[in-house]
């Protein structure tokens, strides 16, 4: 019998790689997470969870960030990658930048391989999402049975829209309900990370209220430049240059001095010890990066 049981296993071995695991079902938790550029204390949070708690009371609502720049779409899509990751399967995301509000513009639900829905409207914002977690499906919110029951407004989509329609995915509402299946999403033509020559090159992220920079190079391309730590790495960003040290924790180097490590979610990031590096070097978002091995 044991030759036949090889056979057997051989066979669904190759099963397994030509039909590969299917993607995760959406199954809601209860947490609806909010990312928008509303503002910290803004009236516009208070009504927007209003509308969440009118359609699903039992809703558990939390806030990833609203200090989203204004109108900053591409700021929106990093700040939302790097943190979406952290939460259960299940969740459902809220995200709102959106200049276009009122406009053509589609609003959207995109289902990921890895059982997260993300609410909000079409415009690149989901690109770095999708990238990561893949796409399961993505729905068109044409189903005004989800939506706010009173007029809809052309200017508060997240009130009349994107609110009620997360509530309703959070309480066990299908998916599919929310309206027609799309072919593909909105995508920001953003600048990835790049290792040639020696060189990785990227762009500035977000700085955090500390003054530290996020760049979007990551660990993996600090290794492929074969850079350890205790390293000397040669910065650029923007029209600035300096040599920093590779360190696991700022306090490796003394008060106000600069360094470079690998923040939480992977990232390389630039910092002063104590200080503001964003202040000192009057770069910020969107700023071009490059690391190298200092000679």
Not at 152 to 155: E, G, I, L, P
């Given at each position: 019998m044991r030759p036949f049981?090889?056979?057997v296993f051989f066979f669904a071995a190759i099963v397994c790689l030509a039909f590969p695991a299917p993607a995760d079902d959406f199954k809601p938790n209860g947490l609806v997470i909010l990312m928008t550029d509303y503002g910290t204390d803004s009236i516009y949070m208070g009504i927007i969870r209003g509308a969440i708690y009118s359609k699903f009371p039992d809703a558990k609502v939390n806030d990833l960030t609203n200090a989203v720049p204004p109108f900053d779409i591409t700021a929106g899509a990093y700040l939302l990658v790097e943190?979406?990751?952290e939460y259960p399967r299940g969740t459902v995301f809220i995200n709102i930048v959106d200049p276009g509000v009122g406009t053509p513009r589609k609003s959207?639900?995109?289902e990921t391989n890895n059982g997260y829905c993300f609410v909000g409207p079409d415009n690149g914002l989901t690109t770095l999402v999708a990238d990561k977690f893949g796409i399961k499906q993505i729905r068109e919110l044409t189903n005004k049975e989800l939506w706010r029951a009173e007029t809809?407004?052309?200017?508060f989509h997240g009130r009349d829209i994107y609110g009620p329609?997360?509530?309703s995915l959070a309480?066990?509402?299908p998916v599919e309900k929310c309206g027609p299946a799309l072919d593909s999403i909105v995508k920001l033509d953003l600048k990835r990370s790049v290792v040639e020559n020696g060189v990785a090159s990227g762009t500035v992220m977000r700085t955090d209220p500390y003054g530290n920079v996020i760049t979007n190079i990551t660990s993996t391309d600090l290794k492929s430049l074969d850079i350890a730590l205790a390293n000397a790495i040669?910065?650029?960003i923007g029209s600035e240059k300096w040599i920093a040290p590779f360190k696991r924790t700022y306090a490796e180097v003394p008060e106000g001095e600069r360094l470079v490590v690998v923040q939480s979610s992977g990232f390389v990031e630039c910092a002063i010890n104590k200080g503001s590096l964003a202040e000192a070097i009057k770069q910020g978002?969107?700023?071009a990066v490059t690391v190298r091995k200092a000679k």
């Open positions: 049981r090889a056979i943190a979406a990751g959207i639900v995109l809809t407004s052309t200017v329609v997360g509530a309480s066990g509402v040669e910065v650029t978002f969107g700023a």
